[in-house]
């Protein structure tokens, strides 16, 4: 009778627990999974490619790579006289443009604190998020201008060239 007792004990306890966490979640009008949209390779090339081109219209040879939504490399391109130094640089803006979703141009006074200090991240212009319609689908950076700015700028450029594609998904 005792071993009878405790386990429906168990199964009270454990069906309202059940029950408080589900009521909690309806509550909360939170969604149990999310979507994330990622670019398309054909996209992230043609930004890669908008940046390149940029950068060339200005005589200069650059590496520049694409970031998913994650983080992940998805496009790396170096131009032929572009250093190799220049696709561990770009992959650094445009992974730190995603993770603070923001241009790296406006991170460079941070860098000078712990943030400057963490590998992986470079607090120097020439990373830019990839953003549409209000979502941030990825990032590019940029590495090999003789500025950060020249970087920037470019990165910017091939942002802007899928810029339109995305706008009305």
Same mark, same amino acid.
């Given at each position: 009778m005792k071993a009878i007792k405790q386990a429906v004990r168990t199964t009270v306890a454990g &069906? %309202?627990?059940?029950?408080?966490? &589900? %009521?909690?979640l309806a509550a909360s009008d939170q969604p149990a999974t999310i979507s994330v949209e990622r670019l398309?390779?054909?996209m992230a090339l043609k930004a890669a490619q908008g940046a390149v081109e940029a950068c060339r219209a200005e005589g200069i040879q650059i590496g520049v790579t694409v970031v998913d939504r994650g983080g992940n490399p998805q496009v790396v391109l170096r131009d032929v006289l572009a250093p190799d130094l220049t696709l561990r640089i770009s992959k650094m803006k445009a992974y730190t443009a995603l993770s603070f979703n923001t241009a790296t141009s406006t991170l460079e006074e941070r860098g000078q604190g712990a943030l400057g200090n963490v590998p992986g991240l470079m607090m120097g212009a020439g990373g830019v998020t990839i953003e549409a319609g209000g979502k941030i689908y990825g990032a590019i950076g940029v590495s090999g201008a003789p500025s950060?700015?020249?970087?920037e700028m470019c990165a910017s450029k091939g942002a802007e060239a899928v810029a339109m594609d995305l706008e009305f998904l």
């Open positions: &069906t %309202a627990l059940a029950l408080a966490s &589900t %009521a909690a398309s390779m054909e950060g700015d020249t970087d």
